[in-house]
């Protein structure tokens, strides 16, 4: 049986892997260059702690609040168009404790094994640069911490298996030199985990080439249609045939499937990432800049520091603004390093694919024998790539659809 994966994210491509790890012959075609998508652009934070639902109690008023403004962490932006009317109505909805806790826990049960299905894709031979420090938060404010805290104390009792270590100033700084004099509060996670995402990507396609898989890029897929029991994906190079099909192409999912008459509540949300060495001793650990809500990641070959949620975003552009904030919010967290902004080329973009419950759409499309999307992962793609991977395997090789992966059907949810 082939499997056709559309999209060479870091969801088609671990879903390639799995495939084929377990047999199936597989085929991926990347519409552009590998890596210029989301799955290029994140922070690469595998982060068990935090994958929660970002729809949830409190974050209406906190988007209504920035709405306009154009500089904030999370912007929600009005637009008249009545499928982003109905996306954020859906949104508000499941903001509200009962669909928040539900949404908790199915990513809870579906991070179960995330950490080892990352150590066996080492285990394997992909060659990707991942560090286990965890992640350091870290407040400027007293009582900046306030929602982590709330997450870990909401988590634990629901069998969340992390754990966390609360932290004075001074702790956190003889831990991280890092870690500037101004810091009011600290925590560190020790579960969590981050990657280099490009790497990620590249040691895939490594690894996937070695193992005989072809992956093509600069193959778009425009539309595909069925007859008799084979797929048939058109690409401007040729008809492509397959038994099976994974739509992996994250907030680009509906130009696809428009063609099966088939529309997912998916809009991306745009976010930004540039990479610096800096000068001083980088970060030893991922840090969470709580009022900033930024991230950074000292990568071997650089420090990424990546953030903002631009809702809706479209487009690759990326405003120059965006990045000198990103460098800019940063440095008031910094003491032993310091994100010099000189010489920065590598600002970059990408749109997180998301649905207004935050769980991501994994498995078949109801009447369409053979075609399953794996999509609308927000901003938790790299994190549950791995699990989804494992899921679709499940479905396609042994026709079973684990009962961890029932919350994230598209039946009942389109
Ligand atoms: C700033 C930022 C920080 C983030 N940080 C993290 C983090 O720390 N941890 C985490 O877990 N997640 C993080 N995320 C989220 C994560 O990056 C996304 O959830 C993930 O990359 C989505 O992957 P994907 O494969 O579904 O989609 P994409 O990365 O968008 O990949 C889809 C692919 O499909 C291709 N394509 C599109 N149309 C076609 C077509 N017609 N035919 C063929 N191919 C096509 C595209 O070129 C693209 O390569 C972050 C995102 C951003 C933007």
Redesign the pocket.
């Known amino acids: 049986m082939t499997t056709a994966i559309?999209?060479?994210?870091?969801?088609?491509?671990n879903t390639a892997w799995s495939l084929t790890r377990r047999g199936e012959d597989v085929i991926v075609?990347?519409?552009?260059?590998?890596?210029?998508?989301?799955?290029?652009?994140?922070?690469?934070?595998?982060?068990p702690s935090l994958s929660t639902p970002l729809a949830s109690p409190g974050i209406v008023a906190t988007g209504i609040r920035h709405m306009f403004d154009k500089d904030g962490a999370l912007t929600i932006r009005p637009r008249p168009d009545t499928a982003w009317i109905k996306w954020l109505w859906n949104f508000s909805r499941a903001a509200r404790p009962a669909a928040y806790e539900r949404g908790v826990k199915a990513l809870l049960n579906l991070n179960e094994h995330t950490l080892d299905l990352f150590d066996q894709l080492h285990e394997d031979g992909v060659e990707f640069e991942m560090q286990k420090a965890g992640i350091l938060a870290l407040a400027l404010q007293p009582g900046g911490l306030g929602w982590f805290r709330q997450l870990f104390d909401q988590l634990t009792p629901m069998g969340f298996k992390g754990t966390i270590e609360y932290l004075t100033p001074a702790e956190a700084r003889a831990m991280d030199p890092a870690v500037g004099p101004d810091i009011q509060e600290a925590a560190h996670t020790l579960i969590d985990r981050?990657v280099d995402?490009d790497a990620l990507l590249t040691g895939l396609v490594t690894r996937l080439t070695e193992l005989g898989v072809k992956v093509h890029e600069d193959?778009?897929?425009?539309s595909m249609s069925r007859s008799g029991s084979k797929w048939t994906l058109h690409?401007q190079q040729g008809p492509v045939e397959a038994d099976n099909v994974v739509v992996?192409?994250?907030?680009?999912a509906n130009?696809?499937l428009s063609s099966v008459k088939v529309k997912l509540p998916i809009i991306g949300?745009?976010?930004?990432?540039v990479d610096l060495k800096g000068s001083g001793v980088p970060p030893r650990h991922a840090l969470y800049l709580m009022e900033a809500k930024l991230?950074l990641?000292p990568l071997e070959k650089g420090v990424r520091i990546?953030?903002?949620f631009e809702l809706p975003g479209s487009g690759n552009d990326v405003p120059q603004r965006r990045i000198t904030q990103l460098i800019e919010q940063t440095r008031p967290y910094m003491g032993g390093w310091s994100p010099e902004s000189a010489n920065i080329t590598t600002g970059r973009?990408?749109?997180?694919?998301s649905t207004p419950d935050s769980l991501p759409f994994i498995g078949p499309v109801p009447s369409q024998e053979g075609l399953y999307v794996?999509?609308?992962?927000?901003?938790?793609?790299?994190?549950?790539?791995p699990a989804t991977a494992a899921g679709l395997t499940s479905m396609i090789v042994d026709r079973v659809i684990p009962e961890h992966i029932l919350p994230f059907q598209l039946a009942g949810r389109i």
């Not at 559309?6 to 491509?13: A, E, T």
């Not at 075609?29 to 934070?45: T, Y």
């Not at 794996?374 to 790539?385: E, F, I």
């Open positions: 559309i999209g060479g994210g870091v969801i088609g491509l075609l990347e519409g552009g260059r590998i890596g210029s998508s989301a799955s290029g652009v994140n922070a690469g934070w595998v982060t981050f995402p193959r778009p897929v425009s690409t992996a192409l994250g907030a680009a130009r696809l949300a745009k976010g930004y990432s991230g990641s990546a953030g903002f973009g990408g749109l997180r694919p794996a999509a609308g992962h927000g901003m938790l793609g790299v994190t549950l790539a």
